[in-house]
């Protein structure tokens, strides 16, 4: 399998290595901000002055009467959100520098579209609703390994997104918060998206790529049919018989960088329950003969990374991570 991959040189390793601590500590960082969101403002009702509480939609809530307890409570807030909102600031100039040196470096592999919906995902705080599954989890893997892999195991033009519906009133709690819908997040990343007329769980952009939702097989009281909100020209997710088994097993989490030099982190399915699925389909007799050939590369690959690359670093399914060999 080393015919198929380049390793990254001493200098690209780095690179990578510095981005993607950058990377997680701004999505942290991002995250703690959103905890003070809205603000809170003083207002004087029938000569009494109350603490109100204001949320990012317009929404408000007496928190109390002033007094020096409510003080405290408004100066608290308000330097934790003045604090918050700096580290973002500074964090994201930071990003922009380690964008730049991504390009100098060349560590950008995975499609600029692909990255950008990953972001819009974490925007819309979704992202550990989906996950990414079937060819594009290479980029991933090969990451995680500081390798390149050949590109005639990841030429492809859709990615196929996997929809976790143990998680949909989440999913639809934050699609009412932010007034949109799934094709709505999409578009987002690319004003070109629209959904298929003869396949409503494909949106397809100007330039041909698509984004395949599926799930698993309906069960425990999933939603059936599974139309993603209830704006009637969103996504429907379609069911497939694999979605449990990979819902259920273990998964793995990377940074990818897109050929722009901007960053993602990709949710996906732990290296061996990718190979499992990928071997699968390459001995169904229902596959395309086509595709049974890269779906064997793939698993073949992903296999020989795991064995080389990262056994020693990441525990296997099931197994104690305490346990691990260091």
């Given at each position: 399998m080393k015919q198929h991959l380049v390793e990254l040189s001493e200098n690209?390793?780095?690179?990578?290595?510095?981005?993607?601590?950058?990377?997680?500590?701004s999505i942290q960082a991002k995250r703690e901000a959103l905890e003070v969101r809205g603000s809170?403002?003083?207002?004087?009702?029938?000569?009494?002055?109350?603490?109100?509480?204001?949320?990012?939609?317009?929404?408000?809530?007496?928190?109390?009467?002033?007094?020096?307890?409510?003080?405290?409570?408004?100066a608290r807030f308000m330097e934790r959100k003045q604090a918050r909102q700096t580290r973002v600031k500074t964090l994201s100039l930071r990003l922009?520098?380690?964008?730049?040196?991504?390009?100098?470096?060349?560590?950008?592999?995975?499609?600029?579209?692909?990255?950008?919906?990953?972001?819009?995902?974490?925007?819309?705080?979704?992202?550990?609703?989906?996950?990414?599954?079937?060819?594009?989890?290479?980029?991933a893997y090969e990451s995680a390994c500081g390798v390149m892999v050949g590109t005639e195991a990841l030429a492809t033009r859709d990615i196929d997104l996997l929809f976790?519906?143990?998680?949909?009133?989440a999913f639809l709690s934050a699609m009412k918060q932010l007034d949109?819908?799934?094709?709505?997040?999409?578009?987002?990343?690319?004003?070109?998206?629209?959904?298929?007329?003869?396949?409503?769980?494909?949106?397809?952009?100007?330039?041909?790529?698509?984004?395949d939702l599926i799930r698993r097989d309906a069960s425990y009281g999933d939603p059936h049919p599974l139309r993603m909100t209830p704006d009637e020209g969103d996504?429907?997710?379609?069911?497939?018989?694999?979605?449990?088994?990979?819902?259920?097993?273990?998964?793995?989490?990377?940074?990818?960088?897109?050929?722009?030099?901007d960053m993602a982190m990709m949710h996906t399915l732990h290296p061996l329950a990718f190979v499992s699925v990928k071997t699968r389909l390459a001995n169904s007799p229902d596959r395309?003969?086509?595709?049974?050939?890269?779906?064997?590369?793939?698993?073949?690959?992903?296999?020989?990374?795991?064995?080389?690359?990262?056994?020693?670093?990441?525990?296997?399914?099931g197994m104690d991570s305490s346990k691990l060999r260091l």
């Amino acid at each position: 399998m080393k015919q198929h991959l380049v390793e990254l040189s001493e200098n690209q390793s780095r690179q990578y290595l510095d981005a993607e601590a950058l990377l997680r500590t701004s999505i942290q960082a991002k995250r703690e901000a959103l905890e003070v969101r809205g603000s809170m403002i003083w207002r004087e009702m029938r000569g009494v002055r109350y603490l109100i509480r204001t949320s990012a939609t317009g929404a408000q809530k007496t928190i109390g009467v002033d007094s020096p307890e409510m003080q405290a409570i408004y100066a608290r807030f308000m330097e934790r959100k003045q604090a918050r909102q700096t580290r973002v600031k500074t964090l994201s100039l930071r990003l922009t520098e380690q964008r730049k040196l991504n390009r100098v470096y060349r560590l950008g592999r995975t499609p600029n579209v692909v990255v950008r919906i990953l972001q819009e995902f974490e925007k819309a705080g979704i992202a550990d609703q989906f996950l990414t599954v079937g060819t594009h989890a290479l980029y991933a893997y090969e990451s995680a390994c500081g390798v390149m892999v050949g590109t005639e195991a990841l030429a492809t033009r859709d990615i196929d997104l996997l929809f976790d519906t143990r998680k949909s009133v989440a999913f639809l709690s934050a699609m009412k918060q932010l007034d949109t819908s799934l094709i709505g997040v999409l578009r987002k990343a690319d004003r070109t998206f629209h959904v298929r007329r003869d396949q409503l769980q494909t949106a397809i952009n100007d330039d041909g790529f698509e984004v395949d939702l599926i799930r698993r097989d309906a069960s425990y009281g999933d939603p059936h049919p599974l139309r993603m909100t209830p704006d009637e020209g969103d996504l429907w997710a379609v069911q497939v018989s694999s979605g449990e088994k990979m819902l259920s097993s273990a998964k793995f989490e990377q940074m990818v960088v897109a050929t722009s030099g901007d960053m993602a982190m990709m949710h996906t399915l732990h290296p061996l329950a990718f190979v499992s699925v990928k071997t699968r389909l390459a001995n169904s007799p229902d596959r395309e003969p086509l595709k049974r050939g890269k779906d064997l590369l793939q698993a073949q690959i992903v296999s020989y990374l795991w064995d080389d690359f990262l056994r020693l670093r990441y525990p296997e399914p099931g197994m104690d991570s305490s346990k691990l060999r260091l």
